[in-house]
């Protein structure tokens, strides 16, 4: 199957609800007047920038963030994390195309609040659920919003759409996992799947993952895909188009992930091409 076919393949299943959309930081790099960094080396400069550490975790995030909390406050963290996305970049075409497609369920592993304003431009509703740190939430792994921000002391049996940020996000409430500490705890339990929403869970058994602007190069993004992807389908496709390095041609392998090998920018129109016009517009 060439590019055009599979590319034609995905846009069918997306319109039936079998896909998942998996986004990472680069889906930033197709809204055109996004300031917020999009890449942790970026948030890490952007912190570092604002509060001292040593030089040699300087362009480390999980390990500045942990450096600031141990040493200023974890409060510290949490402000220099909603100066950073405090903007919200307006979505890409794309972003809108996905957030108005059959999907169910999209996950977003990074902290801006672009696909949540995506969904609000599209009818229906919505709920956000997102990672807790345990250092500020200690016992409760996920907090639940509603379409207007509205904590959720609990989520229905049907939920509705839903937007999974396993990482937190900037809205409503500030919730981040981004220093060394916040991970520790979370992937002691990720293997048995305690951080990971029962309707995250539920929703994602034997459906199919599309990873956009997302790496695999290194543990944390590898351990997270591997664990919200679990007893999903065994296909998969991950838009890529630098050539894989030996670890994530490896997770792509075990996982079942078919590479897309062209830039985002390129992708992104010809999904939309592919998928029906009412969604694509």
Known sequence: ????????????????????????????????????????????????????????????????????ENFKHRKSVVHLMNEAFAVTPTPSPLHLALAASGAGLWVDTWYDDTFAAALAQVPGRWVQLQGLSQSEHFGQWTGAYAADGSALAELSAEPGRMLYKPLGSHGPAGNYLVSDSDYVEVLTEIDIQTPIPAAVQAWRTGRNFLFLGCRFDDQLTRCFARQIMKRSSDRHWAVLPHEPTRMEARFLQEQNITRIAMPLAQFAPSLMAAMPLELAA
């Open 1 to 68: 199957m060439d590019s055009q076919e599979l590319i034609h393949d995905i846009a069918r299943s997306l319109s039936t609800g079998a896909v998942i959309p998996y986004l990472g930081p680069d889906m930033l790099s197709l809204c055109d007047d996004s300031t917020v960094p999009g890449t942790p080396l970026a948030l890490a400069e952007h912190m570092t920038a604002k509060v001292s550490v040593p030089h040699k975790i300087r362009k480390r995030l999980t390990q500045a963030a942990q450096f600031i």
